[in-house]
């Protein structure tokens, strides 16, 4: 006899809906060091959301051939000419890839390669990002609207976010006269 069951979590095109999602939510303060404009850091309230992300980890972090899913909404806005940004990171196991993807909004994907070069791609809807091992990535909200997107990385990839807080990226993702670019 065939045994019929229900998903534990459902997606529901922007969101995760289920007991083992689990929420993480960052906020302007949270961010603190990120942006080069200390004044306008300084002028945020710190208490404000800059990003929301919902997380479906299915097996123990570290299983090897395992994968997670999430979803990441940025607020839209700037702080001083950067734009609203997640933190960024790159893998503890360096050589793991990953997939994002943008479900709604507009945005950047940055990368950095281990030799600090820096390049961007564009997201908007249906837009597919592959994040290379061995690659630093984060992701800005270009529009005026909430900017969402989905992720799929190896379970025992960890996220290393050491990385960026000391170095940071090599390049800032600016408003320049209304429109983003690497500078």
């Not at 529009?143 to 990385?153: D, I, P, T």
């Amino acid at each position: 006899m065939e045994t019929i069951t229900h998903p534990k979590v459902i997606f529901s095109g922007t969101t995760l809906i289920g007991k083992p999602v689990e929420k993480l939510t960052r906020t302007i303060g949270d961010l603190k060091g990120l942006f080069a404009d200390q004044n306008a850091f300084e002028e945020q309230d710190t208490n404000q959301i800059a990003y929301e992300v919902e997380s479906y980890f299915p097996v123990p972090e570290g299983t090897e051939g395992g994968l997670f899913f999430g979803i990441t909404h940025i607020q839209p806005g700037t702080i001083g000419n950067e734009y609203m940004m997640t933190k960024g990171h790159s893998h503890v196991f360096e050589n793991r890839a990953e997939f994002y993807w943008c479900i709604e909004g507009e945005g950047m994907m940055l990368f950095m390669d281990k030799d600090r070069n820096v390049w961007a791609e564009k997201m908007f809807p249906g837009s597919l990002h592959y994040i290379q091992g061995l690659t630093a990535h984060r992701v800005a909200n270009t529009g005026e609207s909430v900017l969402s997107f989905g992720a799929c990385w190896p379970s025992d990839a960890s996220h290393n976010y050491d990385l960026i807080a000391k170095n940071g990226f090599s390049k800032r993702l600016l408003k320049v006269n209304g429109e983003p670019q690497l500078v």
